[in-house]
């Protein structure tokens, strides 16, 4: 784990106490323990977090599912809609849904309920306490639900991973495919062009993940690196994603805007590199949150 990702785990993880030392606020982590829980024991995981749909990152995670959706954490409820916008009533993308303010800023968004479920939830709702059915309100095509949480004080949506224990996964990310691009917009496949000229490129990568079977659905991996000559030029994270001046920004060696990565749907530009005459050796990893890794590697003649 690197630095930065240190430093949004000790946020998140554990529950924070805050301690008044020389009148500023310092917060004590309990570290290496999980504070929330998933919001159902049961159910097949078919979007996550930073996965590129049509050319935007996912803020959250969809669950196939049926049953009844818990508190992730205690919270307060701060708001509750009942799957229509009561201007147009029309559905919005997240039906019926709640979100309960669990504490320093952290909102949970729990949705695409069923939104005839009468469910009475209490002012306060405590740690698994019932929310409502999973459903198939909002922009949803299977019964289950949406969960996704906002950090208001950082501005900025959090991977859920971050703070509650990563589902089982025993498979490494694949790699389907990395593409070179030039300024002219000519686009290089490195698996079956060795020969490429002296110039910049935009490296773009396709990577999904599994988690027991081939036959789950693909999901966005956690991490990206692509190394070129022993350098490290990019390091794609999939933690948070946060909003700037109306614009969201991803974790890319530093936040740059999403659009610079998530264009090339349903692939990932992960960094552009300088490539000099002679050989060059280009190498992308992709890991999950279980440290799953898959590596591939191109040798390149430069000229």
Not at 4 to 18: D, L, M, P, Q, V
Not at 24 to 51: H, K, R, S, T
Not at 54 to 73: N, Q, R, Y
Request: glycine share 10%; net charge negative.
């Amino acid at each position: 784990m690197d630095k930065e990702s240190k430093t949004i785990f000790r946020k998140y993880a554990g529950r924070r106490k805050k301690v008044l030392l020389c009148g500023v606020a310092v917060f004590v982590f309990l570290a290496g323990a999980y504070a929330m829980d998933w919001p159902l024991e049961q159910g097949v995981l078919i979007a996550n977090f930073g996965e590129n749909q049509g050319g935007t990152p996912i803020l959250g995670t969809t669950f196939a599912a049926e049953g009844m959706v818990a508190a992730s954490d205690a919270g307060e409820v701060i708001f509750r809609q009942n799957g229509f916008n009561d201007a147009s009533r029309l559905p919005g993308p997240l039906g019926a849904w709640v979100a309960l303010d669990h504490g320093e800023g952290l909102i949970g968004v729990y949705g695409r309920f069923d939104p005839s479920d009468s469910l009475e939830i209490p002012y306060i709702a405590e740690k698994g306490g019932a929310l409502a059915r999973t459903g198939r309100s909002g922009w949803s095509e299977t019964e289950g639900f949406y969960f996704s949480l906002f950090d208001r004080k950082e501005q900025r949506w959090v991977n859920p991973t971050m703070i509650i224990t990563p589902l089982p996964d025993t498979r490494a990310p694949v790699i389907q495919s990395v593409l070179l691009k030039t300024a002219e917009e000519r686009v290089i496949d490195p698996s079956q062009v060795q020969r490429i000229g002296q110039g910049r490129y935009t490296i773009t990568v396709t990577v999904i993940d599994t988690h027991t079977s081939p036959a789950d659905n693909p999901l966005a991996p956690y991490r990206i690196i692509c190394i070129v000559n022993g350098a490290e030029i990019g390091n794609l994270t999939f933690e948070t994603i946060s909003a700037r001046d109306g614009a969201l920004m991803v974790y890319r060696n530093g936040l740059v805007p999403v659009s610079q990565v998530y264009a090339p749907s349903p692939g990932f530009e992960v960094g552009e590199a300088w490539f000099n005459r002679g050989q060059a050796i280009l190498e992308i990893i992709a890991l999950d949150k279980n440290e799953n890794a898959h590596s591939v590697q191109y040798r390149l003649q430069v000229e």
